[in-house]
């Protein structure tokens, strides 16, 4: 099954983009914590590459701990400033208003010496679509200033909003590139929702899931669903039928209801915390790979 999903607007959104850097002190990255290669937009390296660099790993609450230690370890080397976070918790946004200051403490220095006295850090707020960028900026603010959504899309125009004395944000649509050269990448987006279900098939996309998650956590799936690493992914969506009593009339086992289930499950946390990308795998997981 081929992966694919880039509206018309969003060509349109990444021409913006290219205006609107020239506006911002920062870069402010929202990724998927649980894939943060597949919902990196590699296009952000280029747009960003002059300016300071920041990426929240969002859904982190969803995502495998060790890991999102891993990938804040992996930016920092990358010269890239990273915050765990989960962006409907206000709780975690004063980490977030304190490293915004660190990565622009160059450029707020160079102001001081101009004398030019409490300009704000502006900083673009980008990525992908249903990574959570508006619930953030929304948390953020304290007060509703984007709209937002369970489902891609919703952001479709740039908006600045002053959050504070400190720091004003640019809100800009959810972008992805027009064609996903490694098909990894678009299976991992489709796991979070970032393509649309109704352009997937949900059966397709549970077996490469339950594939996936056999092999990186076959103990979560065991406990969960009676599942083992012997069963093709078939039988393993069967077991899940099964287990969640998926039945049509007659008795008949729905494989269909049961992989919107296991996706369900997996997108909101319940399958527990998981993470399907490491700093390893960027190797396999590459934005060219053929």
Not at 25 to 52: C, F, M, W, Y
Not at 198 to 215: D, Q
Not at 233 to 249: D, G, H, I, S, T
Request: glycine share 6%; charged share 30%; net charge positive.
């Amino acid at each position: 099954m081929q992966y694919q999903w880039y509206p018309g607007h969003m060509t349109k959104a990444k021409r913006q983009m290219q205006e609107d850097i020239k506006l911002v002190d920062l870069v402010i990255e929202l990724v998927d914590a649980r894939i943060p290669i597949s919902s990196h937009n590699p296009d952000i390296d280029t747009l960003g590459r002059q300016k300071s660099r920041m990426v929240l790993l969002n859904k982190a609450d969803l995502a495998d701990e060790a890991k999102n230690q891993a990938w804040c370890d992996y930016y920092k080397k990358q010269g890239i400033f990273a915050v765990r976070l989960d962006a409907r918790n206000r709780g975690g946004m004063k980490d977030v208003q304190s490293v915004i200051q660190d990565a622009c403490r160059e450029k707020i220095e160079r102001n001081l010496k101009r004398g030019i006295i409490n300009r704000p850090v502006r900083a673009m707020v980008a990525g992908i679509p249903n990574v959570g960028k508006s619930t953030f900026i929304n948390s953020f603010a304290g007060k509703a200033c984007a709209k937002t959504g369970n489902k891609p899309g919703v952001t479709k125009g740039k908006q600045w909003i002053r959050l504070n004395k400190q720091v004003e944000l640019l809100d800009t649509p959810g972008i992805l590139w027009p064609k996903f050269e490694n098909q990894i990448i678009g299976m991992h987006l489709a796991y979070i929702g970032s393509i649309r279900d109704e352009i997937v098939n949900r059966e397709e996309l549970a077996f490469e899931l339950l594939k996936e998650l056999l092999e990186r956590y076959p103990g979560l799936l065991a406990d969960r669903f009676a599942l083992s690493a012997a069963q093709t992914p078939l039988e393993a969506l069967e077991q899940v039928a099964k287990n969640r009593n998926c039945l049509k009339k007659g008795g008949e086992l729905d494989t269909e209801k049961a992989a919107a289930m296991l996706l369900e499950e997996f997108r909101s946390g319940k399958l527990g915390r998981i993470t399907m990308e490491e700093p390893r795998d960027r190797a396999d997981v590459s934005m060219d790979d053929q």
